[in-house]
């Protein structure tokens, strides 16, 4: 529910490594489900827009008012030390405190922190994989569970997991 260690998974995973390593440099990443449409978000909110938010400004995060979200970046060498480095420092501000003997953060009650990858076809594991190294060196106990395409629709349809994958395909 913390914002803080949604945007550390955001830059644990390293788009630019991935890219390059396994898929040759084809893809150009996004920075909106609306991408490259009249929905995309560019520049700060105009003047309707800000009308239409004011109402709600106390219930909305200061970051709507500003500039729009851009993914991190890394220099695509798989090193990934700097994001690595800034997302353990947002969980730990978050309140997770580093285990002293096995590096997994842990709340208050003592619990860790556990992110499971859902997937249904051993195609995205080449991408969760290295992506749930990265997880674990900033302290998450995080793991890939491949199950079959049934049970993977019926988990997503009940909202039973905690990570996954989705490809969207959009007609031009």
């Given amino acids: ?4 260690v949604r945007q550390a998974l955001d830059l ?3 788009f630019e490594w991935s890219n390059k390593k396994l898929f040759y440099g084809l893809y150009q990443r996004t920075a909106s489900f609306f991408e490259n449409s009249d929905m995309m978000a560019t520049g700060k909110p105009s003047a309707a827009e800000l009308a239409l938010l004011e109402p ?4 909305l995060s200061p970051t709507v008012f500003d500039e729009p979200y851009t ?3 890394t220099d695509a060498s ?3 030390r700097d994001n690595l480095k800034k997302a353990r420092d947002l969980i730990i501000a978050a309140g997770w405190t580093p285990g002293s003997n096995d590096r ?3 709340n208050t009650a003592g619990e860790t922190l556990d992110i499971e990858i859902l997937l249904f076809e051993p195609a995205f594991e080449r991408i969760a994989g290295p992506y749930t190294e990265n997880l674990k060196k900033i302290g998450i106990n995080a793991s890939i569970r491949r199950v ?8 997503m349809k009940s909202f039973d997991f905690d990570m ?3 490809r969207y395909a959009l007609r031009l």
């Fill in 71 to 73: 993914p991190p970046v």
């Fill in 56 to 59: 709600y400004k106390a219930k």
């Fill in 12 to 14: 644990a995973f390293d």
């Fill in 1 to 4: 529910k913390d914002v803080r």
């Fill in 148 to 155: 079959d395409p049934a049970q993977y629709e019926r988990r």
């Fill in 104 to 106: 997994l953060v842990r």
């Fill in 164 to 166: 996954s994958t989705q």
């Fill in 78 to 80: 798989g090193n990934n």
